[in-house]
């Protein structure tokens, strides 16, 4: 006799237990108890389930109950079946609670360093399995970025190009910007620089337009000077590392990119000037898509930043 798919499709949870319990103890008593059940009502169900498929599931023996070859392939699918069950109904759970799931943010790289990777260590330590994505990028990037979706939240700052209407903001704060060297450049251990110093030293830093560039451009300007001629044009901090180890260059970054560079366990011989003044770049915001909700863990993660960007204002 032909037994239809619907067949199958009709079963439910509680049996799909019981075919599972049956082949795993090979009694029926045992696997009643396991399901908290008296033994006629897994009888009974038992007997529902084979007229359901249409054959018989196992056959009784001096060892017990043998599944028979649709009954090894019931009791194998079931259980798998049932398996797939638990990990949804867990992957839920953690999806509520915001211990699971994905989240992706950017930030630019001070942030990025000083705020973001805390957090990130905290969720990880307490749910390793929540996937994130981090994008560091130029503030343009990323907003643009937010605006499209494909963020949950940023730490960026406000460009005149971006309707500020379409964000929700949190004032996060500013970044101050340490000059790096090599640790043995001529001017690492001098007690106070001043910009007029180091106008004839080679410079690296990001293009123009970037926001720690014009703050260098401003506190020349503010000197009644041009930035330096001798510059190398990078955004990539490999680049930077590279060119300070090797020359007397000097490259202007955020304080946190500095200290990661210069701080165990990274000790990779370099120094910050002590400068006569103190270099402020705009401020930046913790940014997210106004209207959009965000997942728990994103929620959770989001959470944690505002408390490191609170913990150290």
């Known amino acids: 006799m032909q037994m239809s798919t619907d067949s199958f499709l009709n079963l439910k949870t509680a049996q799909l237990r019981l ?6 103890h090979g009694q029926l008593q045992l696997a009643a108890a396991e399901l908290a059940m008296t033994q006629p ?41 049932l398996q797939e069950m638990r990990d949804m109904a867990r992957e839920v759970e953690e999806l509520r609670e915001g211990r699971g799931g994905l989240v992706r943010v950017g930030a630019v ?19 390793p399995e929540v996937e994130i994505t981090v994008e560091v990028a130029p503030s343009v990037q990323l907003l ?11 730490l960026a700052r406000l460009l005149p190009e971006f309707d500020s209407k379409e964000f929700d903001l949190q004032p996060a704060r500013d970044e101050i910007v340490a000059l790096l060297v090599r640790r043995d450049h001529p001017l690492s251990r001098a007690p106070r620089v001043s910009l007029p110093e180091l106008a004839q ?21 503010q000197d009644g000077r041009p930035l330096p001629r001798n510059i190398v044009n990078s955004s990539s901090l ?76």
């Open 201 to 221: 030293y080679e410079w690296v830093m990001q293009e123009r337009g970037a926001p720690i560039r014009q703050a260098m451009e401003d506190a020349f300007g």
């Open 238 to 313: 490999l680049l930077m590392i590279a060119l300070l180890s090797q020359t007397n260059a000097i490259a202007p970054m955020a304080e946190e990119v500095a200290a990661l560079v210069m701080e165990e366990p990274v000790g990779a011989g370099f120094a910050v000037l002590a400068l006569d003044r103190q270099i402020r770049v705009a401020p930046y915001f913790l940014l997210s898509t106004r209207g959009r909700v965000l997942s728990p863990v994103a929620n959770r993660l989001r959470a944690l930043v505002q408390a490191e960007l609170s913990g150290r204002a």
């Open 144 to 154: 643009r970025e937010l605006a499209a979706g494909q963020l949950d939240f940023a």
């Open 109 to 127: 790289t001070g942030p990025a360093l000083g705020y973001l990777v805390p957090a990130i260590r905290q969720v990880k330590a307490t749910s």
């Open 41 to 81: 009502a897994a009888s009974r169900m038992l007997a529902e389930i084979e007229k359901t498929v249409r054959a018989p599931l196992f056959l009784r023996s001096p060892r017990g109950m043998v599944p028979t070859l649709i009954g090894k392939v019931l009791a194998r699918r079931a259980r798998a079946m």
């Open 19 to 24: 075919i599972a319990a049956v082949a795993d």
